[in-house]
């Protein structure tokens, strides 16, 4: 699915996806906005997973003392560098979230949110590894996916995506059960609670599983800090 982002979906093209989402939308993203505002102190650095056009990172940013944003669509990085505010803040960089070019160690906070972890065309245990390799001692890393609850919401904003000819048409025999299927190729599923546990605790770690607003499940896990 990176593939059908960097080639049909990026930029002002993603841009307007978010335009035209309904209120119910609207307010699930801005409830993850703020569920990982939350969990961020003003002197972090952060890293965003698959930031697209800036969206989240803009916002996080407001927050944290520095923000990079990754991707594998050039188009919409482009938007981003020019997008939005706060000037001096962000920055972005094209990158597979599965093989980061960072050390070990270079972020206060890892954030992978909107079910990005199951759009990527990685393995989400290598992408969930990576992360908590470049999360510092006692840092966090945050990934977040649907609620099963939000699936009529969702629904209803992938048709409104594909009236306007931003995603092919809905595939109504492939679309269940969390997973969008559309007729140009377009694929998004969604990971189980149990399963987010499963990726966190093959790397280790204890994860902590949060429900937000009814429309998000979130994942945390925290890089264990050094023995004395």
Known sequence: MTDYYSRRLAADRLRRCYEIAPPRVQQYLAAEIVHVCEQL????????????????????????????????????????????PPAGRCAFAGMDAARLGFVAGSFDAVVCVQNGIAVFDADPARVFAEALRVVRPGGVALF????????PARLAWFEAQAAAGLVGEID???TRDGTIVCKDGFRAAT???????????GTGAEPRITFVDDSSVFC???APAPRP
Do not use: M
């Open 41 to 84: 102190h003003p002197g972090d650095s952060v890293l965003e997973l698959g930031c697209g056009y800036g969206r989240v990172a803009w916002e996080l940013a407001r927050v944290a003392r520095s923000v990079v944003g990754i991707d594998t669509a050039i188009e919409s990085l482009s938007l981003a560098r020019h997008g939005g």
């Open 144 to 151: 977040s996916t649907y609620d099963e609850r939000f699936w």
């Open 172 to 174: 109504r025999e492939q």
């Open 191 to 201: 990971l189980k609670p149990a399963a987010l546990a499963q990726l966190a605790r």
């Open 220 to 222: 945390a896990l925290w």
